[in-house]
């Protein structure tokens, strides 16, 4: 992989310049970070890049500032005025780092970038696609680590989620748009008191974030000079946000992919369902009530739900148990690698099935089950866990047992006590018999 290079160049059809990086010496050159994506440079105005008396990285059109770094004047003291501009870093004489381009991706993710957040600063960093293919403008989309519960990541068209990755497991992302082969060696996800972020460790992948939303994986090929895609999530409809509503699933395996309710379940609308209208998702055969008749139905290899709640350092009997005495508790998951524990509660959205997913063990009522169910299509397999049942056996094996010793012990105490009555009535006999002798 050659070197980035720092360039003014034109993008598009716009006659605009605008900053950017790029490989150096690529066969096609690639803009991969744009700084002044909002505030493009005319071409025929002459351009300056330049560190202001502030020690703010500026970029003149003509007169104007059309882009500043905008560097708190504080953070540059005056016995330091002289910054140095090395590609995209921009650092003081005591080489403290003032800005640098990496802490503000555009559409791409690179090796040293990072995608999360920082809890001291409250820097979110993220990806924001393109408004088009040859307009750099910051587009709809935007890819950014979800704040609201577990590691995740999520596509937001403005403010709606577009789509979402599976929870991070404690050593990678299981399921997801960001879960590849080949990209899950080479991911590393920080926690640490200052940051939680993502970021990639080798040079030759790169994620980009289209101006469709979707997300590429690409990969360099040294011996063939060229990029190759690793992974287009565009194809998989089954990763857009919830287009199966509450209690549903969407099997990836049918063609075209088909929305299903879990077992268990029914459409809230059929109308709806026939109409291939998923949004308003299912509803419980029977109301679930909170008692020993409640099963877990394990869905093999899936997209888990959103909004889950982490628990570490559980065996799996105890992340099971977690949830069965919280009648709230609708579904838990777990990683035997990690010893992580994901609950869920109340409704289970954006259910998918995945070939590299993990299993999920929904909370079921068994009189409510009956045969009202299929998911057969997608070769995924079913089968129903009753927590309580091995508690039972055992009950039912102890209960055996002691009515068996029970038994043999009444049957022991009375063969005994009738044999002690025959030789008491004898014995008494005897006495009397000396007694009248004597007499």
């Known amino acids: 992989m050659e070197h980035l290079l720092l360039v003014f160049s034109v993008l598009g059809t716009l006659n605009k310049l605008y900053l950017g990086i790029w490989y150096n010496k690529m066969p096609k050159q690639t ?55 090395m590609h995209y870093i921009l650092k003081n004489r005591n080489e403290a780092v003032l800005w640098q381009s990496f802490d503000y991706p555009t559409d791409t993710l690179l090796p040293g970038m990072k995608i999360g957040l920082n809890f001291i600063t409250g820097h979110d960093y993220h990806l924001t696609s393109w408004k088009d293919y040859e307009n750099p403008e910051p587009g709809p989309y935007s890819l950014s680590m979800d704040h609201r519960g577990p590691i995740q990541f999520v596509i937001r068209n403005m403010s709606d989620i577009y789509m979402r990755s599976n929870a991070w497991d404690g050593s990678t992302f299981i399921a997801g748009f960001l879960n590849h082969s080949r990209l899950t060696m ?55 946000y919830n287009r199966r509503g509450a209690f549903g699933i969407c099997e990836r395996g049918s063609s075209p992919p088909y929305c299903n309710c879990l077992p268990g379940f029914r459409p809230h609308s059929q109308n709806d369902w026939d109409m291939r209208n998923w949004s308003g998702g299912c509803v419980r055969h029977k ?33 099971e148990m ?43 009522d068994e009189t409510g ?44 105490r009375r063969t005994r006590n009738k044999k002690r009555r025959k030789t008491n009535r004898l014995g008494f006999v005897v006495i009397r018999c000396s007694h009248r002798l004597n007499i």
């Open 369 to 412: 089950l009956g045969n009202k169910f299929s998911l057969s299509s997608t070769g995924h397999s079913t089968s129903f866990i009753n927590p309580r049942n091995w508690r039972i056996w055992v009950v039912l094996v102890l209960c055996i047992t002691v009515a068996f010793v029970s038994l043999g012990s009444i049957y022991y």
């Open 31 to 85: 803009f991969v970070w744009v700084c002044n994506r909002k505030n493009p440079v005319t071409k025929n105005f002459g351009r300056v890049l330049k560190i202001s008396n502030e020690g703010n990285l500026v970029i003149l059109g003509g007169e104007n500032v059309m882009w500043s770094s905008n560097i708190l004047v504080s953070d540059v003291t005056i016995e330091s005025p002289v910054a140095v501009l």
């Open 287 to 319: 109301e679930l009530t909170c008692d020993e008749r409640n099963e877990f139905l394990r869905l093999e290899r899936v997209k888990g739900p959103d909004y889950s709640v982490t628990f570490t350092d559980l065996s799996m009997k105890e992340c």
């Open 322 to 364: 977690k949830c069965l005495w919280n009648c709230s508790c609708a579904a838990y998951a777990y990683v035997n690698s990690t010893m992580i524990c994901l609950v869920w509660a109340g409704k289970l959205i954006d259910i998918s099935d995945h070939f590299d997913g993990f299993d999920l063990y929904v909370r079921a």
């Open 186 to 240: 080479y991911n590393t996800v920080d926690v640490n008191d200052a940051e939680m972020y993502l970021t990639l460790s080798i040079s030759q992948f790169r994620i980009v974030l289209i101006p469709t939303g979707d997300v590429n994986v690409v990969y360099w090929v040294e011996n063939s000079n060229m990029w190759i895609l690793l992974r287009d999530v565009a194809s998989n409809e089954c990763m857009h």
